[in-house]
């Protein structure tokens, strides 16, 4: 239950952050790339429902599965669901569902004709998410899921982050640095310590100018130093947020490993798919165009017989 309610409140700011940015912090530079090849995936996947479908899509997000779903078939009536407790608002013509999870749905048995999930399946308890999944879906129905790869660049990309945002928060102390300094204030000593002032450029030297380390020493810099004439408690719950939002991002990363964790034991994975009533009818590796370094794979899967 504690394991749920962190993934809830990581995933919650995440969405929160980043409704109306395409990637955010999680997705490297080359998000739009990425966020391209997926999207040609689900018109591919779309070809696959029947005429005026019911469709679920597990860990929704933003709804950009159900948005590129309806692009191409907009007679589908989609439905999505996610843990996270806020949402962006839905596409047009969907509905969400926010603190849902999915080894728990709140729906009748054979009630769609076709489950998707892209990067959401993984991060549940495989067996229980299954099971739902099956219970919920028409027994002709299809289940697509496109899947994290352990040996792609999302991931890489994020572990990469989790050391930055460390850096800052654990071994250089931003945070607590900046909080003892607030102290001072009460000596007339308002000079900011050289520690925060050289940190974004440290940060940036060491991660690079646009890393995460180089955002929270920036953050951390900026708050004292237009916090000059505030209040210190003022400041002080300031400095606070960015390390909640800090820990958040680390909580969110960790998820996103152990989502990748598991579906790189492709025997553990597929036997937990079976124990729910799902098998798997096929899965291939999702790149970026011109790209041989796959980031996702696509697997379909249906009611096992």
């Known amino acids: 239950m504690v394991k749920r309610q962190t993934h809830s409140r990581s995933w919650g700011d995440f969405w929160a952050a980043n409704a109306a940015s395409g990637g955010g912090g999680c997705l490297p530079s080359a998000w739009q790339a990425i966020d391209a090849a997926q999207r040609k995936v689900w018109k591919r996947a779309a070809q696959h429902l029947p005429r005026k479908a019911r469709m679920l ?3 929704t997000g933003d709804g ?10 907009p007679d589908v009536k989609a439905t999505g669901v996610d843990l996270a407790p806020v949402l962006p608002p839905p596409p047009t013509g969907t ?8 080894e728990d749905l709140p729906f009748h048995d054979n009630s769609y004709a076709a489950v998707t999930s892209q990067f959401g399946f993984e991060y549940g308890q495989a067996d229980r998410v ?8 028409q027994p002709d129905g299809k289940v697509f899921l496109l899947t994290h790869r352990i040996d792609g660049p999302i991931l ?15 071994e ?23 520690k925060i002032l050289q940190a974004p450029e440290q940060g940036a030297r060491r991660f690079g100018p646009r890393s995460a380390a180089w955002e929270i020493a920036e953050a951390v810099r900026q708050t004292m130093d237009l916090g000059r004439t505030d209040k210190p ?26 989502a990748c964790q598991t579906t790189a034991n492709t025997r553990q994975f597929e036997d937990d798919l079976a124990k729910g009533g799902l098998e798997q009818v ?3 590796p999702v790149s970026e165009d011109g790209s041989g370094v796959p980031f996702a794979d696509f697997r379909i899967l249906r009611i096992l017989n």
């Open 282 to 284: 096929s899965i291939k």
């Open 130 to 137: 299954a099971a739902e999944t099956a219970r919920v879906l």
């Open 172 to 194: 250089e102390d931003l945070i607590g640095v900046a909080k003892r300094s607030l102290a001072l204030r009460s000596s007339n000593l308002t000079a900011l310590p050289q």
């Open 233 to 258: 408690s003022s400041v002080a719950h300031l400095l606070d947020t960015i390390r909640e939002k800090a820990r958040n991002e680390l909580g969110r990363i960790a998820s996103l490993d152990a």
């Open 95 to 102: 509905k969400v569902r926010a603190g849902v999870a999915m």
């Open 64 to 73: 950009r599965v159900m948005a590129a779903i309806l692009a191409e078939r």
């Open 156 to 170: 890489a990309h994020n572990l990469a982050r989790r050391r930055q945002i460390i850096w800052a928060i654990e």
């Open 57 to 59: 899509d597990l860990a």
